[in-house]
């Protein structure tokens, strides 16, 4: 890694990062190598860009400044670059996608296809709860339910429509008995889900044009799918899901699908990223056939 434009990447990504390390492993270098070209920078500057210390890295009064006049320049450049990458008739690069743990399942095999189709394709998919802000972390493309996806984005149906489950496990039905309407669920055995915002989710219910939520009040709050299916499938109570998570579950027997009628299917995952005016090959190949599968699945449904 030179001083020149990839040590002024090196820079911003620190920044944003805010550890060498993290740094280093978006920018897919070693975190010596970056740290090198930091301190040749800083040297050719005769300023220090950062302040470090054993367990931290912050900008320095300077490094802000700094910052603050480079990015614009470095996005410019980086765009001038993707404008010339743009010509070549062979995409080729990095795809960075953002995505929630499901929406990621949704997509990866069309990543997969996309990367034997395109051999000097890369992708990086990343996946996690939170809801990030795509273009200050870097990313290209985001996926998200269509009622999370910024205003400012462009968004594009994936074309699947999501439904949600409630579900519970055979020993629990045994002892609890089967509900039939939300009013019948008992809140405190209804496992509660922590959302990315740190909020608690209201289950959402409707049958016609009743709608109604309901409020878990179980002993057990959890963040993750896997761990509140793992809950459910141990008896530990009733659980709300995307359906998708627990699909196999009720085939299989091993869960039992409640409420049925009061779970309709909702608008799926978008595919949002903003608006470019010269983007990549590999990029606007990405996006064709994301489109073509979309409409593949419109013409099913």
Request: charged fraction near 20%.
């Amino acid at each position: 890694m030179d001083s020149g434009l990839k040590g002024l990447e090196g820079v911003l990504a620190i920044a944003r990062r805010g550890s060498f390390r993290a740094a280093a492993l978006e920018l897919g270098v070693s975190t010596t190598a970056l740290s090198h070209s930091i301190a040749r920078l800083e040297a050719s500057l005769g300023v220090r860009l950062f302040n470090r210390t054993t367990r931290s890295v912050s900008l320095s009064d300077a490094g802000r400044a700094f910052v603050e006049r480079i990015a614009p320049a470095v996005a410019e450049i980086r765009g001038a670059m993707e404008t010339a990458q743009s010509q070549r008739r062979t995409p080729s690069g990095l795809l960075r996608i953002n995505a929630s743990v499901q929406a990621g399942r949704a997509i990866a095999p069309l990543v997969l296809t996309f990367l034997r189709r395109f051999p000097q394709m890369q992708v990086d998919l990343v996946t996690e709860g939170r809801l990030v802000d795509i273009v200050a972390e870097g990313f290209d493309l985001g996926i998200r339910p269509a009622d999370l996806v910024p205003r400012d984005m462009i968004a594009l149906p994936l074309g699947q429509m999501q439904r949600h489950a409630v579900v519970a496990s055979p020993a629990w039905i045994a002892v609890h008995g089967m509900p039939r309407t939300p009013a019948d669920l008992p809140l405190n055995e209804c496992i509660r889900v922590r959302l990315p915002n740190g909020a608690l989710l209201r289950w959402p219910f409707q049958r016609d044009d009743a709608v109604t939520q309901v409020e878990a009040q179980g002993r057990l709050t959890l963040d993750e799918a896997a761990i509140a299916r793992a809950a459910v499938l141990d008896g530990a109570g009733v659980g709300f899901f995307i359906e998708q998570d627990v699909a196999a579950d009720i085939t299989d027997g091993r869960l039992v699908h409640l409420l049925q009628d009061w779970t309709p299917a909702r608008p799926g995952f978008s595919l949002y990223y903003p608006g470019r005016r010269n983007p990549s090959a590999g990029f606007t190949a990405f996006l064709g056939m994301v489109r073509k599968a979309a409409a593949r699945d419109a013409e099913i449904g």
